[in-house]
């Protein structure tokens, strides 16, 4: 491994921060999501409505408790930790012309706190959230004026943290809302809510195809901004195999991965790949894409590839011959790999598959940004938290990813542990799927003293940082 490899933690604005009302901060889509959990959805509802429970605003409260977070961070060794900025904070509204100056100042401070304690702040634009405000006046991504507005906030975020921040994401998995069909996915990728009997899928291209351009343009501006800095994508990286090696199993899975990771050649590659512009014609999609936006997408390229990863998929042919793909419906089990208690299958030889596939197709940097395992801890009357099954998923994990870098020879940057500290899931809204080596004192429903506490995967990891590896 590197000398200069970036081991972290990873977590996001709306899943820590609370203070969800501070300071001139706006409402942020991921305000508007009530708790769920296993078989029960998340709801998403326009007014704060008294007698429900959403646990994003006050989540672990990290905008008050920074600090002490920060220590246990370096105390752990970490030479960075990622976070993302939420959006409204920054402008609560989402299309004024003027940030607030009192959010910029937050992140200022916390990020001085992190560089204090030789910590690298890597950092997401939009994680999962972005004004409620636009949904409100303008319906979300479905709507070209979104581009200028994150611009905006890209450009406001990049000057005034260049001499912090060096890595930046601009959305945190872009392609989660390939699964079009789930509510709460398409409306924290892109703040689209829909009406009966709308064309969802149709909707979701075009607000990606947005999304994408203001990605792009944000990336130029980065560097003209200073050249120095690194500007990446971020994509939810579920390899999806094929169920044998049944040709038409082979084929289906090309086109399953072509749906969920196109986003990819966009950054990465500047143009619409083939095949996309091959299934827009035949769907007879009239998109809003003009000659300027595919040159600002040349224009835009990502400077290094970022991921999450946690599970891999699998589906099998089913006859039809334009290979299309339903998130829902085409996914089987592997009958090679477990689940977790939240049905996600555990396969850590996908990680370094994920790199190599990543690698060969597209030759730049690489940087794990998420992976880790989400499970119910037992707190012993001691105070202590026995996570010997986390500690041995982070352990398979790493040793795989070793294999890609020291045998297969791919570049990475660095790799960061989602949930380094108990947060809010995002999928459920719950604080029991935990994910931390700092346990948090919160509850489901909102009690607890929000004391932080370490698991025994907290020693664990500080040796592996200590080590550079070599100690799992
Ligand atoms: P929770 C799908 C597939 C892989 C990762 O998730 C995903 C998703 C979306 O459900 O999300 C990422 O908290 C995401 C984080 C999230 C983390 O995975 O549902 O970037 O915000 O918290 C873990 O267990």
Redesign the pocket.
């Known amino acids: 491994m590197r000398k200069d490899f970036l081991w972290g933690g990873a977590v996001?604005a709306h899943?820590v921060e609370g203070g969800y009302n501070e300071k001139g901060k706006g409402l942020n889509v991921s305000d508007m999501m009530t708790v769920g959990g296993v078989g029960k959805k998340r709801q998403i509802t326009d007014t704060i409505l008294p007698n429900e429970f959403y646990p994003n605003h006050e989540a672990i409260d990290f905008y008050h408790h920074y600090k002490e977070d920060i220590a246990l961070f370096k105390e752990m060794g970490f030479k960075c930790f990622r976070t993302s900025i939420s959006w409204a904070r920054i402008f609560p509204q989402g299309d004024e012309l003027e940030p607030n100056e009192d959010g910029l100042k937050f992140y200022d401070e916390m990020f001085d706190e992190l560089l204090k304690n030789g910590i690298q702040p890597v950092i997401t634009l939009s994680?999962?959230e972005m004004p409620y405000g636009l949904v409100k006046k303008y319906g979300g991504w479905r709507n070209r004026k979104l581009i200028d507005c994150f611009v905006r906030f890209a450009k406001v975020c990049f000057e005034r943290y260049q001499h912090q921040v060096k890595y930046w994401m601009t959305f945190?998995?872009i392609n989660?809302q390939a699964n079009y069909k789930a509510d709460v996915?398409v409306f924290t990728n892109s703040g689209i809510l829909f009406e009966e009997g709308e064309d969802r899928e149709a909707i979701v291209y075009q607000a990606a195809l947005y999304e994408l351009i203001a990605s792009a343009k944000a990336v130029k501006i980065a560097h003209e901004i200073n050249p120095d800095l690194m500007i990446g994508c971020m994509m939810?990286m579920?390899p999806i195999y094929p169920y044998s090696c049944n040709p038409d199993d082979m084929l289906k899975a090309v086109g399953a991965n072509h749906k969920r990771f196109w986003y990819l050649d966009v950054h990465a590659r500047g143009i619409i790949p083939g095949y996309m512009k091959s299934f827009f014609k035949r769907k007879g999609y009239d998109l809003d894409l003009t000659q300027e936006d595919l040159e600002a997408l040349k224009h835009g390229c990502v400077d290094y590839i970022g991921f999450?990863y946690?599970?891999s998929f699998a589906t099998k042919g089913d006859g039809n011959i334009n290979l299309d793909y339903d998130e829902e419906n085409d996914l089987c089990d592997n009958p090679y790999i477990q689940k977790t208690q939240?049905g996600w299958p555990i396969d850590a030889k996908g990680l370094r598959y994920t790199l190599n596939w990543l690698y060969d197709r597209y030759q730049l940097p690489m940087f794990i940004v998420?992976n880790?395992f989400?499970a119910i801890d037992q707190k012993e009357v001691d105070g202590s938290v026995h996570d010997q099954y986390r500690i041995d998923y982070l352990k398979e994990h790493i040793q795989e990813m070793k294999k890609a870098v020291d045998i297969d020879g791919v570049d990475l940057l660095g790799y960061t542990v989602?949930?380094c500290i108990d947060c809010v899931?995002?999928?459920?809204g719950e604080m029991k799927?935990r994910?931390g080596f700092i346990y948090v004192d919160k509850n489901n429903d909102g009690s607890g003293s929000l004391k932080r506490s370490k698991k025994d995967s907290f020693e664990w990891y500080k040796k592996v940082i200590e080590t550079n590896g070599e100690v799992l």
Do not use: I, L
Not at 425 to 428: A, D, E, P, R, V
């Open positions: 996001a899943q994680h999962f945190n998995e989660n996915a939810a579920t999450s946690y599970m939240w998420e880790g989400g989602w949930g899931s995002f999928s459920t799927k994910y």
